[in-house]
């Protein structure tokens, strides 16, 4: 079974914090890593991706990835309360056009 | 500007009945998933179609069926409603470009009563 592990939390980081959300994925085979945010009742939107080793910057995220470990992890600085969400792990890369999902993280930002 | 919409948005419906949830996205995208997502489970595939006429099944798809007649629609059918099939259901799609990079409709939530 193809499994993306996320903590269900929920984390809850006061405003201002830095906010660190943690994946773990089974298949070695995954080539590729999504961050989706969730807002309760609304659809997932893509924050951003990544593919190779290392870090990648967005604006206030960074998504970093360790593929000897498995373990994909979103950074959010700076955090608003705008950023209370759930936020989805998905890998892909072992089937054409196909994402596997993690639960999601509940992400609480107190003002 | 291009978008893909899901209908109903809601829908209420008893078991034993066919449901049909609407998906149209307007970007052209060859690449359209269904996904339910329930609490504790997340996202979980139940049909995706590269292109017209092609479908296939993904990890929950039991009780479903899904057609692609055209770019861009990818209806999905519950053949006999089941309790167990009341969920939040959302369409993405992908071009093939970026196959992987898929975007969501706002979903349809079910209830079976």
């Known amino acids: 079974q193809k499994e993306v592990e996320q903590n269900s939390g929920p984390l809850s980081v006061p405003e201002g914090a830095i906010a660190s959300l943690n994946c773990t994925y089974s298949d070695r085979g995954s080539q590729s890593f999504f961050w989706y945010r969730q807002y309760s009742g609304k659809s997932p939107e893509l924050i951003m991706f990544?593919?190779?080793?290392g870090d990648k910057e967005d604006g206030r995220f960074t998504a970093q990835l360790n593929k000897a470990s498995q373990y994909v992890s979103l950074l959010i600085r700076d955090s608003q309360p705008s950023d209370s969400a759930t936020y989805l792990c998905a890998a892909g890369g072992t089937s054409y056009g196909k994402l596997t999902f993690g639960q999601g993280t509940i992400l609480t930002v107190h003002p | 500007d291009a978008e893909i919409t899901q209908s109903p948005r809601h829908k209420i419906t008893e078991t034993g009945r066919q449901v049909t949830l609407a998906c149209h996205q307007t970007?052209?995208?060859?690449?359209m998933f269904w996904y339910r997502q329930d609490l504790g489970h997340g996202l979980r595939l139940i049909h995706y179609?590269?292109?017209?006429?092609?479908?296939n099944k993904g990890e929950v798809s039991d009780g479903y069926s899904v057609s692609r007649s055209n770019t861009e629609d990818l209806p999905l059918t519950l053949e006999s409603a089941a309790s167990s099939q009341t969920s939040v259901y959302f369409c993405a799609s992908s071009n093939d470009r970026g196959a992987e990079t898929q975007y969501f409709g706002p979903g349809t939530r079910l209830l079976v009563l």
């Open positions: 970007w052209n995208h060859n690449n």
């Open positions: 990544i593919y190779s080793n």
């Open positions: 179609s590269y292109g017209v006429h092609d479908t």
